[in-house]
Every structure is written in C-alpha cells, then in structure tokens.
C-alpha cells in the first residue's frame, strides 16, 4: 500500500487553486491536516464572505485525494477563520513545533530583484558571523540558479549519516548545503511549485546542521514558491531584505516585503549593496544613485543596517571561492560585513 505522507498531502493541496490563481496552502486557508493509515481530514479556514468557495474547495480536495492510491477516506472540514491576532499566535505556535533542531535562529536573505548580491550578502555576512565566534549554518535556497557552491569553492554530492540525515559541506567551519549539491551543474531542472517546496523543506529539516546559532537562507530573487516554503514552512526569525540603490530595485524590494509581512514574517532590515564606488582619494561615487534604501527604510519604518560598496576585490573573492570577509580580514569593508552581523545580532535579541 502507499504509505500517504504529511509532503504528499501538502503537495497535492498546493496544486489547489483559488479564483485569484493563488494556492490554498499560498492563501494560508488551510487550518490544519491531519492523517493516520490513509484516512486524512483537512480543515479549512472560512469566514461570512468566503464561505461558499471554501465550501467548493473543500469539495474538490475531497474528489481529488479519493482518486489517490493509498487514501482510505478523505473529510475537508471548515472553521471558522481566527482573527489576526489569534492567527499570529498560531503561527508561533506551530514555528515551535517545527523547529529545527539545535538551530536557534534562521534568517533569510532576500530580494525583489535578481542579481542585486543576495548570495555575495548571505556568504558575507555568515563569515562574518562566524569570524565573532557564532556557530553559522549557510542554506542555499535557490534552486534555479544555486550560487553558494561557486562562491565557496565546494563540489560534489553530501552523504546521509547513520541517522539519515544529509552531512552538509563545510566551510571554515560553517556548515553549508545548497540544492547545488544535489543536482547536476549542466542539467537544466524544471522545478514546480511542490517540487520547490519540498525540495527545500527537505533541505532545510533533513540536513544534520548540528548546534548552530545562526542559519542564514540565501534565498533566490522575488516572491515565488520558494519564498512561500520558506516564510511558512520554515521557523524563521526574520527576513533581511537586500536591494541595490536605483528606484527598480527599490519598487521590487518593496514588493519583497510586502510579500513576507502578509505572511507574518519580520523584516528585520535593509541591506544596500552596490551603493557607491569607493574611488582612491577615499570619495564616494554613487553609481546607482545616493541614500536609496535609507530613504526606504526611513518610510516604511525598517532598520536600516549598513551600506556595502561596490568593489571589484568582493566579486573576484566570490569568483575564487572564498567570501570576501576572509580574504580580508581588517579594513572598511570587512568591517562593514562585522558591524552589519553585530547589528542583526542585535535586532535579534531584541526580538526575543
Ligand atoms: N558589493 C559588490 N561589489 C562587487 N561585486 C558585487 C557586489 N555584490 C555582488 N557583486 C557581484 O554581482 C554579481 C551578483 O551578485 P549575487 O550573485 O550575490 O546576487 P544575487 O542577488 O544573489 O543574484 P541572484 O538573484 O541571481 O541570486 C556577482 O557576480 C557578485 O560577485
Ligand atoms: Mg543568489
């Protein structure tokens, strides 16, 4: 017999499309999934005004996992939908339960726009994190153009341990996975919205992080399924958002966080990358335009953590291997990744 499991269900329920073309699982209506030998009872959220398409939902997951082998009965039940504030305790609620072992903080690295530094920000910043002493964990979640491998000069495919669990690469004692690892370079994959997700819940859960204090998500561009595995799934302390100063990156690093406050996630703070050109009589040129981010910041009342220059030596480190932090270990610019891990270090405790 099929054995049904917690990850089929949720893939089939995120194949589920509301009128707007949203998931279920995306359009957080599902309350709750429980299932036990094959018999499985959904709950749905619905409220006066949705009742009815919830009603239609509920119908249709119910026709389609009785065609699935393995399914011995299938109930779709309503509730009625919490208020905000009970629906943010529930959240906290269920980020305690899945946990990730000995992890105590994960924060992801994301933006709107794509090749605007997140990956060179995630490798920087943990290295810098792991040069004041914190245990750093680096999980590359993007699994269209995986870049962490490259950028630390690791190959090759991890192993499971006794216990099943993936032993993740290491980096001068960081502990690194990356879907990189488990997929051919020149293989194209065509990845769908419940392939993403498991892909990296798995990734997340599987890997044997060990005892961390920090996981840093480097997370690929905009506000696809990726982003939605990772804010629902995944018990993330926050999300810091990296954008380049010209107005386009600023509009889609807006939309960025837009995306992660509607599912409850904090924004922890803005990074500006690429914000000016340090030229040799120590002036500042402001290639993409001046103040950018912070002005952002300023009007949507989200800390604004440091600006990072744009220099030639931070992508030839990555090019070669080896985070820029490491390459150098004194200077401005090295000192602007420290300062920028002790302030999110910061923000973190604050939040506790
Ligand atoms: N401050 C910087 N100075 C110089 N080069 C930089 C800087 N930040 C990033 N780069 C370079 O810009 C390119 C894009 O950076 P990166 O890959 O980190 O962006 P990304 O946001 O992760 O991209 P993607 O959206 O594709 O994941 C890389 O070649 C990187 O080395
Ligand atoms: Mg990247």
């Known amino acids: 017999m099929t054995n049904i499991t917690q990850e089929m269900i949720e893939d089939e329920l995120a194949k589920i499309t509301l009128g707007n073309k949203k998931s279920i699982l995306e359009a957080n209506i599902v309350e709750g999934i429980s299932h036990k030998d094959g018999h499985i009872q959904i709950s749905l959220y619905a409220n006066k005004s949705n009742i009815e398409e919830i009603e239609k939902i509920g119908k249709i997951i119910e026709k389609k996992f009785t065609t699935i082998k393995g399914v011995m009965s299938i109930t779709a039940v309503l509730t009625n939908e919490p208020t905000k504030e009970e629906k943010s305790k529930k959240l906290s609620k269920d ?182 050109l340090l030229l040799a009589d120590g002036t500042k040129e402001n290639i993409f335009g001046e103040n950018g981010a912070k002005e952002m910041s300023k009007n949507l009342n989200i800390k604004f953590i440091n600006e990072i220059p744009l220099d030639k030596k931070i992508r030839e480190s990555s090019d070669n291997g080896v985070p820029f932090v490491f390459t150098e270990l004194k200077g401005q610019i090295n000192e602007i990744f420290t300062s920028s891990a002790k302030k999110i270090e910061k923000i973190l405790e604050s939040k506790l």
């Open 95 to 276: 980020k305690s339960v899945n946990k990730i072992e000995g992890v105590k903080n994960i924060i992801a690295i994301a933006s709107g726009k794509g090749g605007v530094g997140k990956s060179t920000v995630s490798i920087n910043l943990a290295s810098a994190f792991s040069l004041i002493g914190k245990k750093v964990g680096i999980l590359d979640a993007d699994i269209h153009g995986p870049s962490i491998p490259h950028m630390l000069g690791l190959k090759g495919k991890p192993e499971l341990n006794s216990k099943k669990k993936i032993v993740p690469f290491e980096f001068r004692g960081m502990k690194v996975m990356s879907i990189g690892f488990l997929v051919d370079e020149d293989q194209p994959v065509v990845w769908r919205g419940p392939m993403v997700h498991s892909a990296i819940k798995q990734m997340a859960t599987d890997t044997d992080w060990g005892d961390l204090d920090i996981l840093i998500i480097d997370m690929p561009p905009g506000t696809g399924d990726a982003q939605i595995t990772v804010s629902q799934h995944l018990p993330l302390n926050g999300a810091i958002i990296v954008s380049t100063p010209q107005p386009v990156a600023l509009n889609d690093a807006i939309k960025a966080i837009g995306m992660f406050k509607k599912v409850n996630i904090d924004i922890l703070g803005i990074i500006e990358n690429m914000s000016y």
